[in-house]
């Protein structure tokens, strides 16, 4: 989804969030699941009571709807969390787990049959000033290096981390669940208030939140959205 996330920025958001930056690129991690230390998640009803570590508010919002409670933690603190039952889990994406060697506190994998949860996104960006400063020749070198291209190759090198991670975990002795589509349209029938929230959290910063909401599912699913 990684020129999916770089088209809806230059559409939607360049001339907003992002005036006077200059987007270099803006790519997806490889695709997010839920990990968790003692207790599977198979089931929506699996998630009650438990406390999962989340990267931002609407991962967060998800989460509270699906009966858990979202903690934030920087990344280099959920090792030491999940080992110390601080957290019972956290969603992120597989590449991660691997150099973080998160596989050794989380025993449990939880994601859809062929599908991540979500992914992340990961920005470069340049002050438009700064680029406007330099001479022509090098920002001819920055636009032939950036943008759609780059975000689709930086996507690409996400992806091929993921099955390292899943040889490692599977190493590890670890248990790999798929959900299958009947359960997942459970979750994601569950979570629609996390998306009505970033609606909301649109329309209060005077964007139309319900038109960048459809774009977001038009653009990605013009790029394979499951």
Do not use: C
């Amino acid at each position: 989804q990684s020129p999916a996330a770089f088209e809806f920025a230059q559409r939607n958001l360049a001339d907003t969030e992002y005036r006077g930056i200059k987007i270099i690129s803006m790519h997806t991690t490889d695709r997010a699941l839920i990990h968790t230390s003692r207790r599977p998640v198979r089931t929506i009803e699996d998630f009650r009571g438990l406390r999962l570590r989340v990267a931002g508010r609407f991962i967060g919002e998800a989460v509270t709807a699906l009966g858990a409670t979202p903690v934030g933690i920087p990344l280099g603190g959920v090792y030491e969390a999940t080992a110390r039952n601080q957290v019972d889990g956290f969603l992120i994406n597989w590449a991660i787990t691997h150099p973080f060697r998160l596989f050794e506190v989380a025993k449990f994998h939880t994601e859809p049959q062929g599908t991540g949860l979500f992914q992340g996104i990961l920005l470069t960006l340049m002050s438009q000033r700064s680029y406007n400063r330099l001479p022509g020749e090098l920002r001819a070198v920055i636009d032939a290096n950036s943008g759609a291209a780059l975000s689709r190759q930086l996507g690409a090198i996400w992806d091929t981390q993921t099955q390292q991670a899943i040889d490692a975990t599977r190493a590890a002795g670890n248990e790999i669940i798929e959900i299958a589509p009947a359960e997942r349209e459970r979750w994601r029938a569950a979570v629609a208030p996390a998306y009505e929230a970033w609606i909301a959290e649109m329309n209060r910063r005077n964007r139309n939140g319900r038109a960048l909401f459809d774009d977001i599912l038009s653009i990605t699913a013009r790029f394979g959205r499951a």
